[in-house]
């Protein structure tokens, strides 16, 4: 399925063009009707000779709706531009040419409508050379010209063959797998309930699915498709579609949300792009300047953040970083177009080339530029390293985020693991088909050495501060790395296997330290053991000993094992602790089970420390309280 779009000034024809084409009128509003102009989108749709069916988006030409027309032009396979014979080239017919070199539309085709006011065929040539001049540098070079009479249906064949000509070359969308649907339409049906309008790219939706509508987080299910008024149980990517949706409300959705897939997308306040100043922009563009800011069917005001320049010169290209006010879902390799809110005037536009950068860019960083102008375009490795940056990301958001084709993002995942280039943030290989669907996470080898280097930084600064401490807690560490919660033990993990700390399930250490003891502290130390030894089950509370020894002495013979904690205040002699723990276990085996009374009998000690132990082996899941007695598990 392929789209057209309709572009030129207003009072040019645009609608009565695709009346008279398709015998749609595309002027839905009531207003638009009694005006006779197109204030909104219109659609219609229509069968090509070759049985190819296409779907029409009829635009507004005049100059205060440009808002509405850029949220249709976005989605289309084919541009016709309408421009009147009697009135040649205006100020919108150039408005909407610019807009379309912008957006890199691919083809096109020029219809010279009201041919049949032009009595005169030199005259009709001459406004034809005007609009060849026109299209001179733009992706419309190349475009034919046709005239035509939407009255008289003179020329309505041969634009019809070149539309088809036109199409026959045309690649079909892509399917990667990642169905989104921009909203361009929303509206409530009686016995239906809401339902959304769009073109459907990069995948396909099925009656069923289960749906989110973002920004706004809001979850739906596909109730039905439909397109050119034919129900379907699956819509392929460019077709237009209107999707009914239940679980959510019509009045919650508005123009510029995305339909897609739970959790495929993620809406961003930072958009990095390529910009192209227009030749015809009316002043330079300067570092922070607002503007109006357009992709798909959305629009949001943003703030220019110029990377490489301090300004943009009409006519210049270079690298922003879009700060916009609201969130807004985009995919690398989207068009936009920015516009200044008043005077209102198309400045410029280009394509998206990191729809969620993590964080603002510093600006004039030849690093930064570097990737970049790799996302522009580099190979698909170069593409998903760039895409990457400095983040860890499960494999198949980081395709999903690439836009690559499914078969050349698993052959660059697989080449870019193979050579080092990715680090995979868990054991074992996957099969190379299975690789962009994989939740196998994966940082850049440049990003996983500046991890390890400021893992090993706390890690041992810790050890110097503490050195008497076997390690530095993981959760300390955890709020000193600059990690995602969700890889934070994947990421310690992979560190460990490759040497660089030792992890257990509470601390982390260099593989290098040791806790070494001075000659007075190694005799205090022996002091208080001789202690535990004397009563090995009454021995001194933990208050006495931390007076002796301190507590950083003391924690260090409970983490080097010497001293077991069983309670706040309790503590054993290992080996006192392992007779304790043995004896036990042996009489609760003939006998059963074993009450707090008891096993102060049976050590001859008090209470407290007889509840201690018992509570250190239920803790240990050595023991079981049922009641007042204990029993092995």
Same mark, same amino acid.
């Not at 229509?46 to 030409?61: H, K, M, Q, Y």
């Not at 989605?75 to 009697?86: E, H, M, T």
């Not at 503007?291 to 210049?316: I, K, N, T, W």
């Not at 693991?417 to 994966?442: H, I, M």
């Given at each position: ?149 939407? +009255? ?37 049906? $009686? ?47 460019? +077709? ?125 960083? &030849? ?58 943030? &868990? ?151 392992? &007779? ?12 059963? $089970? ?10 001859? +000690? $008090? ?27």
């Amino acid at each position: 399925m392929f789209v057209i779009g309709t572009a030129g000034h207003v009072d040019h024809g645009k609608s009565t063009l695709i009346h008279a084409l398709t015998g749609i009128n595309p002027d839905r509003l009531a207003e638009e009707q009694a005006r006779q102009m197109t204030i909104d989108l219109g659609f219609a749709w229509l069968t090509l000779p070759s049985g190819r069916e296409v779907s029409i988006v009829d635009v507004p030409g005049h100059e205060d709706f440009v808002k509405n027309m850029l949220a249709g032009i976005g989605g289309i396979d084919v541009a016709l531009l309408v421009v009147a014979a009697d009135e040649a080239v205006m100020p919108q017919t150039r408005e909407h040419l610019a807009i379309l070199d912008l957006l890199e539309i691919p083809r096109g085709l020029v219809a010279l409508t009201k041919s049949d006011l032009i009595e005169d065929p030199e005259w009709l040539e001459l406004v034809a050379e005007e609009v060849r001049e026109e299209l001179q540098g733009t992706v419309l070079e190349q475009a034919r010209i046709v005239p035509v009479s939407a +009255t008289k249906g003179a020329g309505l064949s041969e634009l019809v063959t070149e539309l088809d000509r036109l199409l026959s070359s045309a690649e079909p969308r892509r399917d990667v797998g990642r169905p989104r649907l921009p909203i361009d339409r929303v509206f409530t049906m $009686s016995g239906f309930g809401t339902v959304v309008t769009g073109t459907l790219s990069d995948g396909r939706f099925r009656v069923g699915d289960e749906v989110q509508i973002e920004p706004g987080h809001l979850s739906a299910r596909i109730r039905g498709l439909q397109s050119h008024r034919h129900k379907l149980d699956e819509a392929e990517p460019g +077709t237009r579609v209107a999707i009914n949706l239940s679980g959510v409300a019509g009045d919650a959705l508005e123009r510029g949300q995305v339909v897609a897939r739970p959790g495929a997308f993620t809406p961003t306040l930072l958009v990095d792009a390529r910009l192209r100043l227009l030749k015809s922009a009316p002043w330079a563009l300067e570092h922070n300047a607002e503007v109006d800011f357009y992709s798909g069917a959305m629009r949001a005001q943003a703030h220019v953040r110029l990377l490489d320049a301090d300004a943009l010169e009409p006519g210049q290209s270079g690298w922003v970083q879009f700060r916009l006010a609201n969130p807004a879902v985009v995919a690398r390799g989207d068009g936009y177009v920015i516009r200044s809110a008043s005077p209102s005037y198309t400045l410029g536009g280009g394509r998206i080339v990191r729809p969620t950068p993590q964080r603002r860019h510093r600006r004039f960083r &030849q690093e930064v530029l570097a990737q970049l102008e790799a996302l522009l375009g580099g190979a698909p490795e170069d593409v998903l390293l760039g895409v990457l940056g400095q983040e860890i990301l499960e494999a198949r958001e980081l395709v999903g985020r690439s836009g690559l084709p499914t078969q050349g993002a698993s052959e660059a995942l697989s080449a870019l693991l193979a050579n080092g280039q990715l680090v995979p943030l &868990q054991d074992g290989a996957l099969p190379l088909e299975t690789l962009p669907q994989s939740t196998l996470p994966v940082v850049s080898a440049e990003t996983w050495r500046a991890m390890v280097d400021e893992m090993l930084i706390s890690v041992r600064a810790y050890h110097e501060r503490y050195p008497l401490r076997a390690g530095m807690p993981r959760e300390e560490l955890k709020s000193r790395l600059r990690v995602p919660d969700r890889f934070f033990n994947r990421v310690l993990d992979r560190a460990g296997r490759d040497g660089y700390v030792l992890v257990s399930a509470t601390i982390v250490r260099s593989p290098a330290h040791r806790i070494v003891l001075s000659a007075e502290q190694e005799q205090a130390v022996e002091k208080v053991l001789h202690l535990f030894r004397e009563n090995p089950f009454s021995p001194p509370p933990l208050s006495q000993a931390e007076s002796e020894l301190g507590a950083e002495l003391m924690q260090a013979l409970i983490e080097d094992g010497r001293l077991v904690k069983v309670s706040d205040d309790v503590l054993f002699d290992a080996e006192a602790h392992a &007779q304790m723990e043995k004896r036990l276990v042996a009489h609760l085996r003939e006998h059963g $089970s074993v009450t707090v009374a008891q096993v102060r009998d049976l050590f001859g +000690t $008090s209470r407290r420390y007889a509840l201690g132990l018992l509570e250190d082996l239920d803790g240990r899941r050595v023991t079981k309280r049922m009641g007042d007695v204990r029993v092995l598990r």
